[in-house]
């Protein structure tokens, strides 16, 4: 079954692009803590671990899509010591936060941020050794076109990593985490972010998106090839690991 964007309700009128960028820029304020909170704080091993994947390729120009707040390219930039990092993302109000946490880490020779519709990305081909992107490609309006565009401008033979929240398949998990997202986390995160539809929105993407086998037969239709994954905490979060 193909992956259809409609099954997801809007967060409001508008292409979604740019519903999903106002959504973001609304709670970008509190976006880390609940993230960290929500997941008590297990999210920073699965970006870890998506990591370390790439890290025996050694790549030197790294593109992070849908960057948010840059936790993930500031861990990358630590673990890999990249040349240059691109953190890409639709949120001006989610990269200001990022560009200010890596100011506070000393990373601005490395990291710098780019606001980019990953729709249509600005890169020329064959631009990157490594594309990688944490819990956002779930958010994409057209997900077979991100994943086409995030092929195109990585370099022949360079290498995808994927971090992305998915639903586990057994039980008990499987049971668990369909209350725990659809109650604690929209109630939650309407607590603290003061938004009454983005968690509800996010948990409806997380519920839609491809995973396993699926993903890895749009990453080959993408041009991806040697696809893999692997499921972290009961299946909570996959990582989705190809080359080009």
């Given at each position: 079954m193909a992956y259809k964007q409609e099954e997801i309700k809007p967060y409001?009128?508008?292409?979604?692009?740019?519903?999903?960028?106002?959504?973001?820029?609304?709670?970008?304020?509190?976006?880390?803590k609940l993230n960290h909170r929500l997941s008590w704080d297990i999210d920073r091993r699965w970006r870890k671990k998506a990591i370390q994947l790439l890290a025996p390729y050694q790549p030197k120009t790294i593109l992070d899509i849908?960057?948010?707040?840059?936790?993930?390219?500031?861990?990358?930039?630590?673990?890999?010591?990249?040349?240059?990092?691109?953190?890409?993302?639709?949120?001006?109000?989610?990269?200001?936060?990022?560009?200010?946490?890596?100011?506070q880490v000393g990373l601005?020779?490395?990291i710098r941020f780019e606001k980019e519709d990953c729709m249509q990305l600005s890169y020329d081909d064959n631009t990157f050794d490594a594309v990688m992107a944490a819990f956002g490609i779930r958010n994409f309006a057209n997900l077979d076109k991100g994943l086409s565009e995030m092929c195109r401008v990585m370099k022949e033979g360079g290498h995808l990593s994927i971090a992305e929240l998915t639903t586990p398949v057994s039980f008990p998990m499987k049971q668990l985490f369909s209350i725990y997202s659809n109650t604690v986390l929209p109630i939650y995160g309407r607590?603290?972010?003061?938004?009454?539809?983005?968690?509800?929105?996010?948990?409806?993407?997380?519920?839609?998106?491809?995973?396993?086998?699926r993903m890895m037969n749009i990453l080959k239709k993408a041009g991806f090839k040697d696809t893999s994954f692997r499921r972290l905490t009961f299946g909570i979060c996959t990582i989705y690991f190809a080359t080009k």
């Open positions: 409001h009128e508008g292409g979604k692009t740019q519903q999903v960028g106002a959504m973001f820029d609304n709670i970008a304020p509190t976006y880390d849908a960057t948010g707040t840059g936790d993930f390219a500031i861990m990358t930039a630590q673990m890999l010591r990249p040349q240059t990092l691109i953190g890409a993302d639709i949120s001006e109000g989610m990269m200001e936060i990022g560009r200010q946490k890596v100011k601005e020779n490395i607590f603290i972010s003061k938004d009454t539809s983005a968690y509800s929105y996010l948990n409806k993407t997380i519920e839609a998106f491809p995973q396993g086998e």
